[in-house]
């Protein structure tokens, strides 16, 4: 009997430790991951601060940073307010450093090119 009431507590903890294991998202496919790599703007003096800049980590889907065209992970973001998300670009927020490296944008370029990343807008070409 008193293995039977050592048993319980482990199977229960078996039990819980299982529950918290689920499905995880699939990973990124090769295709995806190319489509994200291959978006520019369409401005070449953007399209060259995003390069230097932007794409290290907004071109790759297992940085952390929201990828470039997928609406649903900038949505959160946009909902602060774009004057909140380039005040956050130019600061540097969590894992972005200031100006997400791009020392020489204006504030102007920086909403240019978080409009281009979260896909809400082309940006305007001067």
Do not use: Q
Not at 40 to 69: I, K, Q
Not at 76 to 95: C, E, F, Q, Y
Not at 112 to 120: G, K, N, P, R, Y
């Amino acid at each position: 009997m008193r293995c039977a009431c050592l048993l319980l507590p482990a199977l229960l903890a078996l039990l819980a430790l299982l529950a918290g294991c689920g499905e995880r998202a699939a990973p990124p496919s090769a295709a995806s991951a190319a489509s994200v790599d291959a978006l520019r703007p369409a401005d070449a003096r953007l399209a060259a601060a995003y390069e230097r800049s932007c794409l290290l980590c907004h071109g790759r889907l297992d940085s952390g940073a929201p990828a470039t065209g997928d609406r649903a992970a900038w949505a959160p973001r946009l909902a602060k307010g774009l004057d909140v998300l380039v005040g956050n670009a130019r600061n540097g927020i969590g894992g972005m450093p200031a100006a997400g490296l791009c020392t020489d944008c204006s504030d102007a370029e920086l909403r240019d090119l978080i409009l281009f990343m979260s896909a809400t807008a082309a940006p305007h070409t001067p």
